[in-house]
């Protein structure tokens, strides 16, 4: 069994900075691509950013410039780094990565979120 766990999710002012941190346990042989996606009340989740095992980017173009995704293949995990933030940010953050496992079997894999909650 293979799990993401969120972390880092809180309550900021309009303006700050929050990390997100996210953890995958289990069966583990690697993981490709991994992500951030967020979904705000009554709204369609959304891509923020993804990095390959290989550490290309790409982000979403409203976080261009203010948030950095990174990740440590050794301890599989991905942190996002979030600065300027906006109440526009506010939501709950998944993480999800592209898991093959020790039985060569691949899926994706989904955290359970964090809620970030920017105010103005």
């Known amino acids: 069994q293979v799990q993401l766990v969120e972390s880092g999710g809180g309550l900021v002012q309009s303006g700050g900075s929050l990390r997100l941190s996210c953890a995958a346990s289990?069966?583990?042989?690697?993981?490709?691509?991994m992500d951030w996606y967020r979904q705000a009340p009554g709204k369609q989740r959304e891509l923020v950013a993804r990095i390959t095992s290989g550490g290309s980017t790409n982000y979403l173009d409203s976080v261009k410039g203010r948030f950095t995704i990174s990740r440590d293949n050794a301890k599989n995990t991905v942190d996002l780094q979030m600065n300027s933030l906006t109440p526009e940010d506010t939501a709950v953050y998944f993480c999800h990565g592209d898991v093959l496992t020790i039985a060569r079997s691949r899926f994706p894999v989904w955290g359970q979120g964090t809620q970030v909650t920017v105010s103005s």
């Open positions: 289990g069966s583990i042989f690697s993981i490709g691509t």
